[in-house]
Structures are given as structure tokens and as C-alpha cells.
């Protein structure tokens, strides 16, 4: 069963989708953050609204209180049928049963309702003694001057703990029975509220952000595992698909589009494998068109080598009909520079590379058929040495050339460096120094007393000399003392400038 390939679409949806999850942790996180800035900022609005209901907690109950004794009264001279001011023994009766009942009022820990009276006396209070001995007078001056109510802040001793702390109450009068009822609130208690809230929420804040970065790094090292996974898939599977067309490439076969992994990367296979066949094809026609041509080229330099055989061959008969010595020998000099050409064809067409030549085995074979050929008056007396560098090609515009200039220069030495019984060497060189190549042909004979002026050549020889070593940019130096030396320095860029013509 083929197994269905993933879409890199869907990884990528992946890696998308937890990002998300990553992008709105963080925002969580952040949000968290700004949460507790606010909290900060709104701290001190926070307590003034727990001030304000503890405000409304103690006035509804002295207000409770004040309508309790309203309807107490009311009560009274209903059962008594006075709509005036009750008897005295009622009154009294009336006020120390609402005391009674003040008294035993409490709420929270620390609230309760008290009676003062305005002749300074404390009628009902869990607390009776004044700590400073001016709360007193505080509250009654306070109902003077607001005699509907009002909030007033003093120092007063806690019931739980006996410390003085700060107090405020809401105290109103009740002018009938000349009674100032109050109950208040310690604002250190509001302090300790307000702590505790404060607490509260820090601590559930960094809950919340414990939990969120508990999550949070639990979603990024899943998210790191599952890149990683999905990272070295997608590795292997590009790298197969990279080793994949390079085989191809070098092997001209088409990509397996079935061992890829992925769907886009069969896609391009497939593409691929189109591109490839074109290539197949193109380098086919290519082939053959370029073996269609190296074989004509082949021909012609074989075709070439022949027609300058015959041409040498017909010179050689020629040469035999004339008396003259000097005719001879003009003609055979020529037939040694006809055949110093024809033998660079042969290499040509006997070398796989149809566009460049080894220069050894060309040289080596130029110096053997030279010396064939001035074999009978010097057998024997003429010593060759032939040393040039392995590896040293040149194209078809410098090496015939070059064949010729060796071919003249060898011809001289043979025919006048050594007198009848003279013996000595012929020696041939080239090599690579640097930028140049460095062509070298001496003897060790009898040499050239007057010297040689290249500028006003005197016979063909020096002229053509002058001629080829212009042709491929020499620089030419000979040395006449104890034989004859030529050394020709070529541009290493004319034996490029002649594979690139």
C-alpha cells in the first residue's frame, strides 16, 4: 500500500496554529501584567470605597436607631392619648428600655451604637471611658454645627485589643431627648481589609501567572519538539530531493518522484523530470551533431596531411630533375617545412583533442624526421637531445609555427655547425616559466663569427624566422659564442588566444 504523502501545507499549518497558542499565552501574560498595574493604580479608589460602605454600614444603623426611638415614642403617647410630652415616669421608663437595646446592639467585630448625652455624659457604649478626654467635646461641637448628621474621625480604645486607634463614626442627635446616637468604624481595621484584599489578589495574580508560564512552557517546548521533528523531515526529505537531482544531472536519468516525501516536492520533480527529458534529448542531438563534426574535422586534417604529403613528395621528384645542388637544396628545405606542417595535422587527427596538440610527442616526432632526412652526410657525427616539458599543448595557429621556426633553425645547425669531421650535440627545450614559454634550440658547433643581424636577414631562412617569431609575439634572443643559441620567449595568453579563436 503506497503511503499517501504529507503536504508541507499542513506542517506549516501546524507550526501556524502554535503560534497562535504562543501569541495568545503572551497576551495573556500581558494582560496579567496590566491587570496589576491597574490593581496598583486603583488601590487608593479601592479604599475609598470600602470607606464609603463601612460609611453606609454605621449611619443605616444609627438611622435604624433614631426611627426605633421615633416609633418607641409614637408608641407611647399612642397608649397614653397624648399627642404632647409623655409623663416623666414614662419618658424614663421609655429611655432606659431603648438604652437596654442600644447596648446590646453589635455589628462585625468592633461596631456597636452609642448614647451620649448633651451634658457630656455616656448613656450606652461598650466603651465609656474617652482616652484623650477631648472626644467628648469633639462630637458635641460636631452635632452643634451639623445637627442632621455627620462623619467625624477621633482616637478611641478598641474593644478586642484595648489599643487606641483611629475611629470614625456617624453620629446624629435626637433632640427630644437631648441624646447624640453614633456608631463608627476603627480605620485600622479598614487598613487590614484593604492588606488582605491586596493580598488576595496579589496572590491570586501570581497564580495566574505561575499557571500561565506553566502553560506557556509547556506550549514552547512542544512547539521546539515539534519544529525540531518537523525541521529535520523537512531536511532529510530536501536533501534526499537535492541527492536526488543531482543523480539525475550526472547520471541523465529522471527523479524517482514516488521517494519524495512531500507533494510539492513531487510537483517539482515532476517538473523536473520535463526539464530533464528536454535536456536528454537536446544533449543527443548535441552528441551526435558534435561526432558528426569531429569526424568531418578529423577528415580534413587527415586530407590536409595527405595533400602536403603529396606536395612534398612531388617536390622530392622534382628536385631529382635538376643538375643544380643549390635547387636541391632549396627544394628539400622546403619539403622539410611542408613536412614540419603535415606532421601537426597527423598529430591532429591521431589525437582524441581535435583543437590542441602535445608539443612533446609533436616535437620529438619533428626532430626524428628531420634528422631522417640529413641522416647521410652527418650519420654518426650529430648528437639529439630533446627535453620538453610533459603536459605543454598548443593549439593548431601556434604550434605549426612553432614547428617551422624549429624546423629551420635544426636545418641550419645540421647543415653548418658541423664541418666534415666535426661531432656534437643538437639539443631542443621547451618549458613553462612563469608567463611565457621558454623554446630553446642550440648547438655546440662551430658557430657564427660575423654573428647574426635578424634585422637585414640575408637568406629565406632568417626572413621566415623573423616572420614567425613576429606571428606569435616571441621575444627572441640568440647567442653566437661556443655554437648557437636561440631562445624564443612565446606569451603563455597566445597559446589561450589560440584555443579561444
Known amino acids: 500500500m503506497t503511503r499517501r504523502p504529507r503536504q508541507l501545507k499542513h506542517l506549516i499549518f501546524v507550526l501556524l496554529v502554535l503560534l497562535a497558542h504562543f501569541s495568545s499565552l503572551t497576551t495573556n501574560a500581558v494582560w496579567l501584567i496590566r491587570d496589576y498595574r491597574r490593581f496598583s493604580r486603583d488601590n487608593a479608589e479601592m479604599r475609598d470605597q470600602i470607606l464609603a460602605y463601612e460609611e453606609a454600614i454605621v449611619r443605616r444603623e444609627v438611622e435604624h436607631v433614631i426611627h426605633m426611638i ?44 452609642f448614647v451620649l448625652g448633651f451634658d457630656g455624659v455616656i448613656r450606652a457604649s461598650a466603651q465609656t471611658t474617652d482616652p484623650t478626654g477631648e472626644v467628648i467635646s469633639l462630637l458635641l461641637s460636631t452635632v452643634a454645627d451639623y445637627p442632621d448628621g455627620a462623619y467625624v ?17 456617624y453620629i446624629q442627635p435626637v433632640p427630644q431627648w437631648d441624646w447624640v446616637i453614633g456608631a463608627g468604624f476603627y480605620l485600622d481595621d479598614l487598613s487590614a481589609t484593604m492588606s488582605e484584599r491586596s493580598a488576595a489578589m496579589r496572590r491570586h495574580f501570581w497564580i495566574s501567572v505561575l499557571q500561565s508560564s506553566v502553560v506557556l512552557i509547556g506550549v514552547i517546548v512542544a512547539t521546539l519538539l515539534l519544529a525540531r521533528a518537523i525541521g529535520r523531515r523537512i531536511g532529510a526529505a530536501i536533501e534526499t530531493f537535492i541527492n536526488d537531482i543531482g543523480a539525475a544531472i550526472v547520471t541523465n536519468e529522471t527523479i524517482d518522484q514516488s521517494a519524495q516525501a512531500f507533494t510539492e516536492l513531487r510537483s517539482i520533480a515532476r517538473s523536473l523530470n520535463g526539464v530533464l527529458r528536454e535536456k536528454a534529448a537536446a544533449g543527443r542531438v548535441l552528441s551526435e551533431s558534435l561526432a558528426e563534426k569531429e569526424i568531418l574535422l578529423r577528415e580534413v586534417h587527415h586530407r590536409t596531411k595527405n595533400n602536403l604529403q603529396i ?11 635538376f643538375d643544380d645542388e643549390r635547387f636541391r ?12 606542417m603535415a606532421l601537426v595535422h597527423e598529430h591532429l587527427y591521431q589525437n582524441e583533442r581535435l583543437s590542441r596538440i602535445d608539443m612533446s610527442d609533436y616535437l620529438t616526432s619533428l626532430i626524428q624526421s628531420i634528422r631522417a632526412g640529413h641522416e647521410g652526410p652527418t650519420r654518426g657525427r650529430i648528437t639529439y637531445s630533446v ?5 605543454v599543448e598548443f593549439g593548431i ?8 621556426i624549429v624546423t629551420e633553425i635544426l636545418s641550419n645547425s645540421i647543415k653548418h655547425a658541423f664541418p666534415v669531421e666535426r661531432s656534437g650535440t643538437v639539443a631542443l627545450s621547451l618549458r613553462k616559466t ?26 629565406l631562412g632568417m626572413t621566415l624566422l623573423g616572420a614567425l617569431t613576429d606571428q606569435i609575439s616571441a621575444t627572441v634572443t640568440v647567442t653566437t659564442d661556443r655554437g648557437v643559441l636561440w631562445r624564443l620567449e612565446i606569451p603563455a595568453a597566445a597559446a589561450t588566444l589560440v584555443t579561444a579563436r
Open 70 to 113: 421615633d416609633a418607641e415614642i409614637e408608641y407611647a403617647r399612642g397608649r397614653h392619648a397624648t399627642r404632647g410630652t409623655l409623663p416623666a415616669d414614662v419618658e424614663a421608663e421609655l429611655q432606659e428600655k431603648m438604652l437596654i437595646a442600644i447596648d446590646s446592639i453589635r455589628f462585625g467585630d468592633e461596631g456597636y451604637v
Open 153 to 169: 474621625e477621633y482616637p478611641w480604645r478598641k474593644l478586642t485589643v484595648g489599643d487606641v486607634t483611629p475611629k470614625m463614626s
Open 311 to 321: 606536395v612534398s613528395s612531388i617536390l622530392h621528384l622534382q628536385s631529382g630533375s
Open 329 to 340: 637544396v632549396a627544394l628539400s628545405e622546403c619539403i622539410n617545412r611542408i613536412h614540419s
Open 387 to 391: 627535453d620538453v616539458e610533459r603536459g
Open 397 to 404: 595557429d601556434l604550434a605549426i609555427p612553432c614547428g617551422l
Open 434 to 459: 612563469g608567463n611565457t614559454f621558454a623554446l630553446e634550440v642550440s648547438d655546440d658547433g662551430v658557430g657564427i663569427p660575423g654573428g647574426i643581424d635578424r634585422d637585414q636577414p640575408d637568406t
